[in-house]
């Protein structure tokens, strides 16, 4: 079962390839959880599918995006763990077009039942009549929030960070919806700064952050998210494929890409304190890239290379 897994190891980065620094950055990967429920998606559903199978639940209800990584992660997990899953995918123009997307065509052949709603009705996601629309629709699930994060992703997310990792000053995290944030900031020492690199433009998920944790050592950054979600530049792509040259490391570029873009930078710029011992946390999403590759060969930019 995909809950079962080895605690990862962190894999030191050797600065010199990139610039000399008084640094220390390692990855914790976080992406080598399970082939395909990985990172940050595995500790948010670990305890919600867990809980759905105490509840006596026989199916899951979530929400994505075409490429979306929860969309992928929970579709696979559900099949592991035999339990039905039911996708409500942003964009009815889709619907035809599931052969041609990866993370669309991944979710069907696990199992997962994908139902394409306008955009409009979408934003209608966290609203009662419309979880109720549903559940007529459907019949009674199990309810997953688009990106996974509530109270039970954010205690799965806090065990990413185990008793050897209380050594660094400075635990790093791409920010989406701002569950593992959230998680991470649980599990933190008092010395430890939590850094948030914002994949969208803004920092408005500090109020869902404290939704989960009282804890204030952190900041979000939104320096590096390259204009907005799911936005890349030809400067983004050579950074990623020029990191897993040089670390063996593939990053994706939604998420930790932009990360380890900010952190380096960061470096270059003194941000950190001297001699400080930063942990970037990778959080998958690899499964993304296929699809972003896609998107760029029909823009003519470089593909990332997988």
Do not use: W
């Not at 966290?126 to 309810?143: A, N, V």
């Not at 688009?146 to 109270?151: A, D, I, P, Q, R």
């Amino acid at each position: 079962m995909f809950i079962k897994h080895e605690i990862i190891k962190n894999q030191q980065i050797p600065l010199e390839l990139f610039s000399q620094s008084n640094y220390s950055v390692d990855i914790k990967r976080e992406d080598l959880l399970h082939p395909e429920v990985s990172g940050n998606k595995f500790r948010k559903l670990k305890y919600n599918l867990l809980e759905a199978k105490k509840l006596g639940f026989d199916k899951v209800l979530t929400f994505g995006g075409a490429y979306s990584n929860h969309i992928s992660a929970t579709a696979a997990a559900g099949k592991e763990m035999d339990i039905k899953t039911i996708g409500i995918i942003r964009g009815e123009e889709l619907f035809d077009k599931i052969d041609e997307n990866p993370t669309l065509s991944f979710a069907k052949k696990c199992g997962m039942k994908l139902y394409f709603v306008l955009r409009e009705e979408y934003r209608k996601k966290t609203e009662p009549d419309f979880i109720t629309e549903l559940k007529e629709k459907y019949g009674s699930f199990y309810l997953v929030p688009e990106g996974g994060t509530n109270k039970l992703a954010v205690k799965g997310c806090e065990e990413i960070l185990t008793k050897n990792d209380v050594t660094y000053d400075y635990i790093c995290t791409a920010v989406g919806t701002g569950g593992t944030i959230a998680g991470l900031l649980e599990a933190s020492k008092p010395h430890q700064t939590i850094l948030g690199f914002s994949a969208l433009k803004g920092t408005f998920q500090e109020s869902e952050i404290e939704k989960y944790t009282s804890k204030k050592n952190y900041q979000l950054i939104d320096d590096y998210c390259f204009g907005g979600y799911a936005k890349i530049d030809e400067k983004l792509i050579r950074f990623i494929n020029e990191f897993k040259d040089k670390t063996g490391v593939l990053l994706d570029p939604v998420y930790t890409g932009k990360m380890l873009y900010g952190i380096l930078d960061l470096i270059e710029k003194n941000y950190f304190k001297e001699n400080s011992s930063i942990l970037a946390i990778h959080t998958g999403g690899l499964q993304g890239i296929s699809g972003m590759n896609q998107l760029l060969k029909k823009k003519n930019l470089p593909q990332i290379k997988l």
